[in-house]
């Protein structure tokens, strides 16, 4: 497996630049004779068809939701980074480069982090031309507020709700763009595989949702932007159709897999109230800039109420144990604590897993109508949700599977190790290392949409031809054909278990064994329950319905399937990687203290993982991680 | 608590369609559950005995992709205020309730399956015009251009509008007026939206004329089911607009 990252030459600070001026190009009567396949229309894949689009190439964009403006990016509530230093305390791009690379605990790539700062700043003009309406200031000038992981306030917002306000700007762009016939919109559409011809992707399977067609789609270059895998844990924060499966289809014809143990497990989440529970629901990160993480000192309290514990008995841990960074410190520090004070008997709640967030002393500081104003949406979704009234008792919270910081590997132009196929946002692997920092996610996926992806694209088709490819090829006959038989073998296996069950099964596999804490013992027990559990599925599933109309439990189906292979995958590279670094900690390496501990001589590199057949063991290759600007440290948060 | 539904059931859009009662299915349901959790059950149970489940939509389940779309005891997305159905609890009910759940229904949001409709013509009128024409690239430095709080606030309002369809389905003519107004006010009232004004406003309503959606009588139950709370107001805005922007163009 080749994993030449292509790094361009010269200082970090003109890397881009250079590679710029270097790439080839294609004429504007050319482009207009390339097909491009766009599988995602999220931050990263809308906003890459949409420029795509602008630039006069033939886009087809896919998407499995009803309309492109209800990718899941669009449930981002707190706020996109960007060096743009409008407070003038101190930021840059070399700031916002170091921070991303420290808090990725130094697991990432120097050049693309550095680009994707970089970029940070053309983002937010970007959105607001789109008219994205940022919060503001009296003054007019664009607001600011801090998130964790940094000192500097660089993060914009709108509201609550700045993936929905980011990703509308998008959807407003790649309308436009579908009036004016640049892009073919596909909704309800869903890919099932991806084609290669001669080495190179070419297109993909989908099957419409409504129609339940298997149809083909051949295209120049195939760029996957379909999110991350969080719900291979069956509860986590993701939307209720997110999924692994063009990834992994992806993974099957040869694309590298890279790093798929890191997670990111957000520390302010509603915590699970029962066993019917669907979904997991975030409360921003920003709460935490006025919001104090507490639990009771001693055991006995757990059960009172918290009003009745007095306030030298509250353990306010992570002010205590972080003093420079308090409440703030990176999502995988505040989620580990939090389950750190629950394993020690001090969690709050049924069932004992929950810590307070309480914002008392703010509403006593910046009076009611403050705090209303910048967290009020979240406040009346907590009480809808929970029942409780925040402003007058603390909010419970725990930490929940969120991001997902793996993903297919990347070179510096986000090409897979497939020639033409590119991964965009969530879905690759290459610039939050292992663990993301709050804010950076809808950074990177415009980052790679608005702003790589249509100059390393054109780099790539310049050397290729124009002429159409057909869809009469023998290879996307035959992925139609398998396509078409995984789906009849569904229908027909008629089992006893529907296919949330085997779902719920293997997300409580996955959360025992491989979540916020690992340990050698546990992933060698999930790798003999997975595959007996993929066993099971295969023989005992109920799939009711047909192929031929929409079917929920089909589409349904096809996704758990594909989560029963990945989460092995997953397991194996938890379980190879023997060291603790960002959200992937294992019990083996940690300090007295219960911080992470990194094994630099052996593990600094992204493990990627080739697929070898499905009776095989997948080989693990090695993308060495250099670090010649942020010196390798233990990242301290104290 | 155990409760007694009656769902509409259609195969398909030319399939008539009807009511189907559930009780059994329906036993044993905790007010902790939030209203999609508790269909998550009765599906469950209709699949182990081999029946086709209820289809919905439902994506994020937290109240902002705008995919969830049902009429709960006549209400679009239920009984709660502010509120989309997946973030309806089961608190709202009591043991023994009648629960009718019905699909959006509008000409132009025709049924697909179950209690999903096609909401096509939403996007129909965004390509008309819901947009800025600008192309990735030429931005200026954003901060060049200082927009008041009270405007940002106010285009934000009309911004935080998701989409769902409900303004539609409550709407005794099924206008898709708060839907189109909001849009136009986020984008009318920002100032990187003013040049293409006139022609947004004449486009975005001719649009969503011609997608079959009735008109505005003023009744405002759009205003009382969205789950956003967008103002009424906004529809006042672009009727204002929009007779301007038809003068302007004679």
């Known amino acids: ?638 | 608590m155990n409760l007694t539904i009656y769902v509409w059931r259609q195969k398909d859009a030319k399939d008539a369609g009807g009511f189907e009662k559930y009780t059994d299915e329906c036993k044993g349901i905790s007010e902790h559950m939030s209203f999609l959790e508790m269909l998550d059950v009765v599906n469950d149970r209709l699949t182990e005995k081999g029946k086709m489940p209820i289809a919905f939509d439902s994506d994020c389940r937290e109240g902002i992709c705008g995919t969830c779309s049902m009429v709960i005891n006549g209400r679009p997305h239920g009984p709660w205020k502010a509120t989309t159905t997946c973030q309806l609890h089961m608190r709202a009910f009591k043991d023994g309730d009648v629960i009718y759940i019905e699909p959006w229904r509008s000409k132009a949001f025709p049924v697909i399956q179950d209690l999903i409709v096609d909401r096509k013509a939403f996007d129909t009128i965004i390509q008309a015009g819901g947009y800025i024409s600008t192309n990735c690239g030429s931005a200026p430095d954003a901060n060049s251009m200082l927009i008041g709080k009270e405007v940002s606030d106010s285009a934000m309002d009309a911004a935080a509008c998701i989409g769902c369809g409900a303004c539609v389905a409550a709407c005794p003519n099924s206008s898709a007026m708060l839907f189109t107004a909001a849009k136009l006010a986020h984008m009318n009232t920002l100032p990187q939206g003013k040049p293409e004004e006139a022609q947004r406003t004449l486009s975005m309503v001719g649009a969503m004329d011609s997608a079959g959606f009735g008109n505005c009588s003023n009744h405002l139950e759009c205003e009382a089911a969205c789950p956003k709370e967008i103002s009424g107001q906004v529809i006042a805005a672009m009727n204002r607009g929009y007779a301007k922007a038809s003068f302007g163009k004679r």
């Open chain 1, 1 to 638: 497996m080749n994993l030449d990252a292509h790094i361009p030459e010269g200082p970090i600070d003109q890397k881009w630049e250079n590679a710029k001026f270097k790439f080839k190009l294609v004429n504007p009567a050319n482009k207009r004779k390339f097909d491009i396949i766009v599988v995602g229309s999220g931050l990263a894949g809308g906003s890459a068809a949409a420029t795509l689009a602008e630039l006069g190439y033939n886009v087809a964009c896919f998407c499995y939701q009803d309309s492109p403006r209800r990718a899941h990016s669009i449930a981002a509530q707190g706020g996109i980074n960007a060096a743009k230093n409008y407070q003038g305390d101190g930021d840059s791009v070399y700031r916002l480069f170091y921070d991303t690379v420290k808090g990725g605990d130094f697991r990432s790539r120097e050049a693309n982090v550095y680009r994707l700062a970089q970029v940070s700043r053309n983002i937010i003009d970007q959105a607001t031309a789109m008219g994205v309406p940022f919060a503001r200031e009296y003054g007019g000038t664009l607001a600011n507020r801090s998130f964790g992981g940094a000192q500097v306030s660089r993060t914009f917002y709108a509201r609550g709700q700045t993936g929905q306000q980011l990703l509308l700007g998008v959807y407003a762009g790649l309308s436009r763009q579908i009036k004016a016939g640049r892009v073919t919109m596909f909704t309800r559409h869903e890919m099932l595989e991806l084609v290669t011809v001669e080495g190179r992707a070419a297109g993909i399977v989908t099957r419409d949702m409504v129609s339940g067609k298997i149809e083909s789609h051949a295209g120049h270059s195939v760029i996957m932007a379909s999110g991350g895998y969080g719900n291979v844990f069956y509860l986590s924060t993701n939307a209720m159709g997110c999924n692994v499966t063009a990834t992994y289809r992806a993974y099957k014809k040869g694309a590298g897999f890279a790093n798929p143990c890191y997670t990111q497990i957000h520390p302010t989440c509603i915590p699970v109230s029962g066993d019917y529970q669907s979904k997991l629901t975030l409360m921003s990160e920003s709460l935490r800039n006025d919001g104090r993480v507490w639990v009771p000192k001693k055991k006995e309290d757990c059960g009172k109420k918290p009003s009745q514990i007095a306030e030298a008995d509250r353990d306010y841990y992570l002010e205590r144990k972080y003093p420079a960074f308090g409440n703030l410190v990176p999502r995988d520090v505040a989620s580990r604590n939090a389950k750190l004070v629950c394993d020690e008997g001090r969690g709050v709640g049924p069932g004992g897993y929950g810590v307070y967030l309480d914002f008392a002393e703010a509403i006593g500081r910046l009076g009611r109508p403050a705090v209303e104003g910048r967290y009020g949406n979240l406040f009346d979704m907590y009480q809808r949700i929970t029942g409780d009234d925040p402003y007058s008792t603390p909010m419970r919270i725990y930490p929940a599977v969120h991001y997902t910081m793996g993903g297919l590997w990347v070179d510096y132009n986000l090409q897979s190790t497939i020639p033409g196929m590119f991964v965009l946002g969530e879905a690759n692997f290459s610039d939050h290392g292992a663990n993301r920092l709050g804010a950076s996610a809808l950074m990177q996926g415009l980052a790679d949409g608005y702003f790589v992806i249509p100059y390393t694209l054109g780099n790539y088709l310049a050397g290729q031809n124009p002429k159409k490819i057909d869809t009469d090829h023998a290879a996307f006959k035959e992925a139609e054909k398998s396509c078409k038989e995984r789906i009849d073998t569904f229908l027909a296996i008629d089992g006893k278990r529907t296919v949330d069950s085997f779902h719920k099964e293997l997300g409580k596999i996955m959360w025992d064994h491989c979540g916020m804490a690992r340990n050698e013992a546990g992933l060698k027990s999930a790798l003999e329950l997975i595959p007996a559990l993929r066993e099971e599925f295969w023989q005992n599933v109920k799939v009711p319905g047909s192929g031929a109309t929409l079917n929920q439990s089909l589409e349904k189906a096809g996704r758990v399937a594909d989560f029963l292979e990945f989460g092995e995958l997953m397991v194996r590279d938890a379980l190879e990687r023997d060291e603790s670094a960002g959200g992937h900690f294992r019990e083996e390496h940690q300090s007295p203290e219960g911080e992470a501990v990194r094994d630099d001589e052996n593990f600094a590199h992204a493990a990627v993982w080739e697929y070898k057949g499905d009776n095989a063991t997948p080989v693990r290759h090695k993308e060495p991680m250099t670090f010649e600007h942020v010196k390798l440290a233990t990242r301290s948060y104290k």
